[in-house]
């Protein structure tokens, strides 16, 4: 009998799943939906911003994505899911049901509190607005709200191409790295020249400044939000999540509580395994979401995930070398750079088969 799965979202996980999902269900109805027309691949973002990579090298049409794997696509922005109805609802109040789905529809980096950043400043994710936002923006400083690991990239990947400032509101960068990697990681943003900023907490923005609450003025034409991965507010109202308003995943990836739904990527928070949102994790999930989708389709029983623990950090520092931490251990140097791209073009060239 044949099925209607949705891919809702065009994350890693889903992006990877939909090829081998194709071989494996020749007869379902498989549709990717996305709102965007273009999928952006993280890793070589901030390559493209530095001038390294061109302005379409991380993207992946999704029209033609979808043709080259016999599956179909949707352009629209999900607005939520009657997951008891199996129906996924769209902006443009259209409701499309399903038998399966498999949701991937990542996060997002906006900070609504602050009073004038939806007006004028842009979140790093959705990063098909932030790359139009730099294609047809003025130029003039940055200035960069969050200084973990991607926004540290992002501050020395901008900095190629105009002076930035780095706003931190905790302690120090890189909360997320060893001292070791993130005390080099400083060094390398102080030898770029990008000005850092801790315990600074941003009060308001303008049209050319962030305005921070002791009453500092920091010139601003572009100022982008990257403080830490957020939540798309309507899962929270149709689907169980944690604290942080994430999709809560039980081990087979499925959501609680609707076992015909499954969620990966930054959009899920696998409760028995909790891990940071990185890409590394959405791409190893792939083949477990595929197995799992079809043996729900036949009948039988979902198999558990198991995420690994650590995974190999590469961070590209704009200038051409590479600043990696793994197993504790921390490394740099333009060979490093040269092993990311070529492990973010092979990734690349797998999507674009």
């Not at 028995?272 to 036949?298: S, T």
């Amino acid at each position: 009998m044949s099925a209607t799965i949705l891919l809702l979202g065009a994350g890693h996980a889903n992006l990877l799943a939909a090829g081998p999902l194709r071989a494996a269900l020749p007869g379902a109805r498989i549709t990717l939906v996305d709102a965007a027309p273009v999928a952006t691949y993280s890793g070589m973002f901030p390559g493209m911003i530095a001038g390294r990579y061109a302005a379409d090298a991380p993207q992946i049409p999704l029209a033609d994505f979808a043709a080259r794997h016999g599956i179909g696509f949707r352009q629209a922005r999900i607005t939520g899911i009657d997951a008891p109805a199996r129906r996924a609802m769209l902006a443009d109040g259209t409701a499309l049901p399903h038998d399966l789905a498999a949701l991937d529809i990542g996060s997002h980096t906006a900070m609504p509190e602050i009073p004038g950043f939806a007006d004028h400043a842009v979140p790093v994710k959705p990063m098909a607005a932030f790359a139009a936002r730099l294609r047809n923006g003025a130029p003039g400083p940055a200035a960069v709200i969050g200084a973990g690991v991607a926004g540290s990239e992002i501050a020395l990947a901008l900095r190629r191409s105009r002076p930035v400032t780095l706003i931190e509101a905790g302690p120090r960068i890189a909360p997320g790295l060893g001292a070791r990697a993130a005390a080099a990681l400083r060094r390398a943003l102080d030898r770029a020249g990008v000005t850092v900023l801790t315990d600074a907490r941003p009060a308001r923005i303008t049209a050319d400044a962030v305005i921070l609450d002791d009453g500092r003025r920091i010139a601003s034409a572009l100022t982008v939000g990257c403080a830490g991965a957020r939540a798309q507010d309507w899962l929270a109202r149709d689907l169980p999540v944690d604290r942080a308003g994430f999709v809560r995943v039980g081990p087979t990836l499925q959501v609680e509580g609707h076992p015909h739904l499954l969620a990966a990527g930054d959009c899920a928070a696998m409760t028995h395994a909790p891990r940071p949102k990185a890409g590394v994790f959405a791409v190893r999930q792939a083949p477990d979401l595929v197995r799992n989708l079809v043996a729900l389709h036949q009948g039988g029983a979902a198999l558990r995930h198991s995420p690994q623990r650590d995974y190999l950090k590469i961070i590209s520092l704009a200038d051409g070398q590479g600043l990696a931490e793994w197993h504790g251990l921390t490394l740099q140097g333009r060979w490093l750079w040269r092993l990311k791209d070529r492990i973010d073009r092979r990734f690349m060239a797998g999507l674009r088969r």
